[in-house]
């Protein structure tokens, strides 16, 4: 069997694993409107989903509609995110991001990865994960457990985010694009964390490559 062929091999072989460990769908976060779901996209970062889940019901609660929370005080949408990380600039961001909504896009949020990096506090992983949950079109979110454990397997080697989605693209069939990222997530807290790896106690110890975020094997 060529090189190629046993890569293509290990790659399915955790995938299939992946599905069985951590599940196949990720329940999403509270929201009614397509505006809200960008919201909590956008407080998850650095912060946890449950940190976001806590405090959603109350935000949108007071803020029913993208105009209630482009029109609102920075300091009132601070008083409802306080207990997340960072919460000052991305209460900022919020506000921001919805007068853009309602300003250039008529108060609809839009479905294109051009026009999503337009919004204040959106970027790709951000654009990626609102597009896959909001409308289902298949794209790879990189956050930093995609990033370290795709390149400790071997799947990428790329030195930033927006490479090693590209390779991602490559290495991974279309239909895993979407729950890789956050079946990455679960394994990167559980098992592949950022200052240890628990190789023994990982599925997929005798498919990974052991190579470690700088490209060097461990």
């Not at 998850?44 to 889940?53: G, I, L, P, W």
């Not at 601070?78 to 909504?101: D, F, P, T, V």
């Not at 927006?162 to 729950?179: A, G, S, T």
């Not at 990455?184 to 190789?199: D, E, P």
Request: aromatic letters at 8%; one cysteine or more; proline letters at 3%.
């Amino acid at each position: 069997m060529k090189l190629t062929q046993i890569r293509k091999s290990h790659v399915q072989e955790v995938l299939r694993k992946l599905d069985e460990v951590y599940g196949t769908t990720k329940e999403g976060f509270y929201h009614q409107q397509d505006w809200q779901l960008l919201i909590a996209i956008m407080l998850s970062a650095q912060s946890t989903d449950k940190q976001v889940d806590e405090v959603l019901p109350a935000l949108f609660g007071r803020y029913t509609d993208v105009g209630d929370m482009a029109e609102a005080p920075v300091e009132e949408i601070e008083g409802y995110i306080r207990s997340i990380g960072l919460y000052k600039n991305k209460a900022k961001n919020s506000k921001l991001c919805c007068q853009q909504i309602v300003e250039k896009y008529d108060g609809q949020v839009p479905d294109t990865m051009e026009k999503l990096l337009t919004l204040a506090g959106v970027g790709r992983k951000t654009a990626n994960l609102f597009l896959s949950d909001a409308h289902g079109i298949p794209g790879i979110t990189v956050d930093t457990h995609v990033f370290r454990i795709s390149k400790r397997l071997g799947w990428a080697k790329g030195n930033n985010p927006l490479q090693v989605e590209k390779e991602l693209q490559k290495v991974l069939p279309k239909e895993h694009w979407i729950r890789i990222n956050f079946q990455l997530i679960y394994h990167g807290r559980a098992v592949c964390t950022s200052r240890k790896a628990h190789c023994e106690k990982c599925p997929f110890e005798e498919w990974c490559q052991k190579v470690d975020v700088d490209g060097t094997e461990n």
